[in-house]
Nanobody, 115 residues
Framework: QVQLVESGGGLVQAGGSLRLSCAATGIGFSNRVMAWYRQAPGKERELVARLTSGGTPYYADFVKGRFTISRSNGKNTLALQLNSLKPEDTAMYYC?????????WGQGTQVTVTT
């Protein structure tokens, strides 16, 4: 069964931190490009960070220096450490896997940052 399950979202004050996790099954995790996206109400889904199977990261400019993406191929998990959170980081965060023409998405985890 192909599945991505996110966890770790929540409510946090500005300046705080959260750690999101994504548990993957059935996708050949170690060979996949993995990514985190987010979507705020009324806005399009946007790429937050991406990590190749070899461990090369890419970050959107709006999270550079604040968020860190990581993976454990042994545990089939993807993580996103969110530091120095801002109210504009409030969104549903989605884990995704990509290979060829295939895109797999999780159900999302909500991050809400208050002032």
């Amino acid at each position: 069964q192909v599945q991505l399950v996110e966890s770790g979202g929540g409510l946090v004050q500005a300046g705080g931190s959260l750690r999101l996790s994504c548990a993957a099954t059935g996708i050949g995790f170690s060979n996949r490009v993995m990514a985190w996206y987010r979507q705020a109400p009324g806005k399009e889904r946007e790429l937050v960070a991406r990590l190749t199977s070899g461990g090369t990261p890419y970050y959107a400019d709006f999270v550079k220096g604040r968020f860190t993406i990581s993976r454990s191929n042994g545990k089939n998990t993807l993580a996103l450490q969110l530091n120095s959170l801002k109210p504009e980081d409030t969104a549903m965060y989605y884990c995704s896997a990509h290979w060829g023409t295939v895109d797999v998405w999780g159900q999302g985890t909500q991050v809400t940052v208050t002032t």
